[in-house]
């Protein structure tokens, strides 16, 4: 049962535009939604995260936009980099399982100069 | 402040070998997961200790086990290895002071382990 899906699998992005990737959870019981960014050959890196008392987060060119009612979060990378090729990964924790975090597919995240 | 530290980085066993492998988290960190990933599964839970006790099992075979010692440093151990155990093992490691209390969680580089 996959509790967390995550789209696309793959992206290709021309620099200085927008990439969006989008999850979707079923488990209500989830509140805590971070988003992971891993390099190759490197373990996955926080890049931010958010509750879902809260709609919208935003770190530098990094947004979180979350719906609580259609159980759907997603990432926004404005003004995407070169430096940004990466996969993602969503995931969810719920409130009473400590460390247990729920991690989506991924995506390869490709940004073209 | 240093990391989360995995040691060793890679690994190649025999089938019906078993392994461990180690994690040392961040300083001060109490809680400990560990992590499979695979092209085809993607990230998927082990477990997770805290304070020397296992908090949390995801679905895994009993072949997969862990500990965690009292300075919070922490081992996960695959006995009779099987080919499709070749992944890489993550850990990670959170402040977690306890369970409800949602805080960062920070990744190790992982070990690669081959299984041939």
Known sequence: QQQVKQSPQSLIVQKGGISIINCAYENTAFDYFPWYQQFPGKGPALLIAIRPDVSEKKEGRFTISFNKSAKQFSLHIMDSQPGDSATYFCAAKRYNQGGKLIFGQGTELSVKP | ?116
């Not at chain 2, 070749?86 to 081959?114: D, H, K, M, P, V």
């Open chain 2, 1 to 116: 402040k240093a990391g989360v530290t995995q040691t060793p980085r890679y690994l190649i066993k025999t089938r019906g070998q078993q392994v461990t492998l180690s994690c040392s988290p961040i300083s001060g960190h109490r809680s400990v997961s560990w992590y499979q990933q695979t092209p085809g599964q993607g990230l998927q839970f082990l477990f997770e200790y805290f304070s020397e006790t296992q908090r949390n099992k995801g679905n895994f075979p009993g072949r997969f086990s862990g500990r965690q010692f009292s300075n919070s440093r922490s081992e996960m151990n695959v006995s009779t290895l099987e080919l499709g155990d070749s992944a890489l093992y993550l850990c990670a490691s959170s402040l977690e002071g306890w369970a409800g209390i949602n805080t960062e969680a920070f990744f190790g580089q992982g070990t690669r382990l081959t299984v041939v």
